[in-house]
């Protein structure tokens, strides 16, 4: 089953508002990818996460891995319309087979 | 456009019947993986080549599924006797051997009636 939980299921953003989703484990993280699932698309990378604490940032998306690498989040700001979309987090292992162990992901409807 | 092409990209089945699915995955990529994804849910791993080496297989991929990938290249994906459950849209992703990205295909939607 999946081992990431992903919260909240549904996300309902006005444009132009800031919205946060979340990603948690009860177990250690190896490293944790997010993925963008746009309507009748398949899932698009994003960004990789591997420190403890690490922040990165991409336009006005925001990535950051918790301190103690048993959770994640996705902090997008100023939400726009092509921001919707289903975005998952997946944990991925560091050795080379890489397979990616999905969250249910959290799906965002952007009302103009 | 990624790169990776599935086909068909949509197949309906009757119940018993046999299914194969084809994988294209970046040329360059030596590492393929298949995915199922249901309604409401992200991916779930199948199986995991690198070059023609099957080196991993999910607990979800029953004996009736079968994948391959003979000259390392494309991958083919057979499930037997399909199974009402076994609907879902099939995924298959690629890798390079120096990055960490997965880039994935359009999938295969498959429906058993």
Request: aromatic share 12%; hydrophobic share 25%.
């Amino acid at each position: 089953g999946q081992q990431v939980m992903q919260i909240p299921q549904y996300q309902h953003v006005q444009e132009g508002e800031d919205f946060t989703t979340y990603c948690n484990s009860s177990t250690t993280l190896s490293n944790i990818q997010w993925y963008k699932q746009r309507p009748g698309g398949h899932p698009v990378f994003l960004i990789q996460l591997v420190k403890s604490g690490e922040v990165k940032k991409q336009k006005r998306l925001t990535f950051q891995f918790g301190e103690a690498k048993k959770n994640s989040s996705l902090h997008i700001t100023a939400t726009q319309t092509t921001d919707v979309g289903t975005y998952f987090c997946a944990e991925t292992t560091t050795d080379s087979w890489g397979k990616l162990q999905f969250g249910a992901g959290t799906q965002v409807v952007v009302t103009p | 456009d990624t790169g990776v092409s599935q086909n068909p990209r949509h197949k309906i089945t009757k119940r018993g019947q046999n299914v194969t699915f084809r994988c294209d995955p970046i040329s360059e990529h030596n590492r393929l993986y298949w995915y199922r994804q249901t309604l409401g849910q992200g991916p779930e791993f199948l199986t995991y080549f690198q070059n023609e080496a099957q080196l991993e297989k999910s607990r979800l991929l029953s004996d009736r599924f079968s994948a391959e990938r003979p000259k390392g290249s494309f991958s083919t994906l057979e499930i037997q006797r399909t199974e009402q459950g076994d609907s879902a849209m099939y995924l298959c992703a690629s890798r390079g051997a120096l990055s960490y990205e997965q880039y994935f295909g359009p999938g295969t939607r498959l429906t058993v009636t």
